[in-house]
């Protein structure tokens, strides 16, 4: 079985059965995607691939994102990460700065707005994950939501 993520197909027994950091695992699926989005241009020799990068936006200054999924994306060639949000604008530009990014947003609804950003990753509390998803799905961006995804079935 495959998980679909951004339309790419990860084997599913490539990251359960994997003894590797969850940086690791998480570079493998970001560059999962990039190889979906591979296009070759007439311009390029038959064989050369480019990759199309994918905009990402980071809601939220978790510690997790800061170890682990911050570094995978940089290391991606698949990952574009555009910005980091936070409810206090202090912390983004913090983010921002600490790794090189483009954007600090002010408030989550401002990065959800940028129409720029195509991925939303959402390390927020478990109690926050489903209120952002929805309001990204809403904002028409692809997700990807750290476990839990809600704190109930209702």
């Known amino acids: 079985m495959d998980v679909k993520m951004y339309g790419a197909s990860v084997p599913v027994s490539d990251v ?18 990039g190889k979906e ?10 064989g050369e691939v480019t990759m199309t990068k994918v905009k990402w936006g980071v809601l939220g200054c978790a510690s997790f994102a800061r170890r682990r999924t911050i570094p995978a994306m940089l290391e991606s060639p698949s990952v574009e990460l555009v910005g980091v949000a936070s409810r206090a604008a202090e912390k ?6 600490e790794f090189n990014l483009r954007r600090a947003y002010a408030s989550y609804d401002a990065m959800l707005a940028d129409p720029q950003i195509q991925v939303i990753y959402n390390p927020l509390p478990n109690g926050l994950h489903a209120e952002w998803m929805i309001k990204a799905g809403r904002a028409r961006k692809h997700t ?6 809600a704190a109930s079935a209702s």
Do not use: M, N
């Not at 990807?144 to 995804?149: I, M, Q």
């Open 37 to 46: 989005q591979a296009a070759v241009p007439p311009s390029k020799a038959p």
């Open 92 to 97: 983004a530009e913090a983010f921002r700065s």
């Open 16 to 33: 359960a059965k994997s003894k590797a950091a969850p940086g690791l695992i998480l570079t493998r699926i970001f560059a999962a995607i």
């Open 144 to 149: 990807l939501c750290e476990k839990p995804f």
